[in-house]
T-cell receptor, first 114, second 117 residues
Framework: AQSVAQPEDQVNVAEGNPLTVKCTYSVSGNPYLFWYVQYPNRGLQFLLKYITGDNLVKGSYGFEAEFNKSQTSFHLKKPSALVSDSALYFCAVRDDNYGQNFVFGPGTRLSVLP | GAGVSQSPSNKVTEKGKDVELRCDPISGHTALYWYRQSLGQGLEFLIYFQGNSAPDKSGLPSDRFSAERTGGSVSTLTIQRTQQEDSAVYLC???????????????FGQGTRLTVV
């Protein structure tokens, strides 16, 4: 079965510093990996995905993520954090060998301090 | 449509009443998902549709919850005899099926905030 772990409930970073939000996954087939962001009182917004190809994928708002097959990880990164990046971030996986469902991690709350 | 549309955006109901939540997915998306989110918490999977059938309804919390999808498009989530613990934001998402396209991400609606008083 699929599963996603986000080991940190909360990440705090100073504005202008690089940020990393961690995600590890478990699937039986090939993983399709996603990051979503949720601002207060809003639905989830798609940030980026890894399906195939280059391990480093770039997405919206300057975010990027690196797929690491050997470590089964898909960490979200940004070189320079903004206060406006403060939100709840969810990692998700779809397994092309196991139905069509999305499995979401528990979420990581990012706080960027001015 | 341009995005996933959910209605109503807010619903306040009395304990014991039935409620119906609606989701209108992106045109052409055959996969549709319902999730529940308590305040500031993670996503709780409820049910997944592929076309009009529901291959995975394992997340429905009790037999008071049911969902249907007609015409491969609009879906309704029905909660009978609502309880206070049903209060949450109910999120709907739609996507293309995995494996047939690279555009496999799910797109979410803004949610329905249900409050049971």
């Amino acid at each position: 079965a699929q599963s996603v772990a986000q080991p940190e409930d909360q990440v705090n970073v100073a504005e202008g510093n690089p940020l990393t939000v961690k995600c590890t996954y478990s699937v039986s087939g090939n993983p399709y990996l996603f990051w979503y962001v949720q601002y207060p009182n809003r639905g989830l917004q798609f940030l980026l995905k890894y399906i195939t190809g280059d391990n480093l994928v770039k997405g919206s708002y300057g975010f990027e993520a690196e797929f690491n097959k050997s470590q089964t990880s898909f960490h979200l990164k940004k070189p320079s954090a903004l206060v406006s990046d403060s939100a709840l971030y969810f990692c998700a996986v779809r397994d092309d060998n196991y139905g069509q469902n999305f499995v979401f991690g528990p979420g990581t709350r990012l706080s960027v301090l001015p | 449509g341009a995005g996933v549309s959910q209605s109503p955006s807010n619903k306040v109901t009395e304990k014991g009443k039935d409620v119906e939540l609606r989701c209108d997915p992106i045109s052409g998306h055959t996969a549709l998902y319902w999730y529940r989110q308590s305040l500031g918490q993670g996503l709780e999977f409820l049910i997944y549709f592929q076309g009009n059938s529901a291959p995975d309804k394992s997340g429905l919390p009790s037999d008071r919850f049911s969902a249907e999808r007609t015409g491969g498009s609009v879906s309704t989530l029905t909660i009978q005899r609502t309880q206070q613990e049903d209060s949450a934001v109910y999120l709907c998402a739609s996507s293309h099926p995995a494996g047939r396209t690279l555009n496999t991400e799910a797109f979410f609606g803004q949610g329905t905030r249900l409050t049971v008083v």
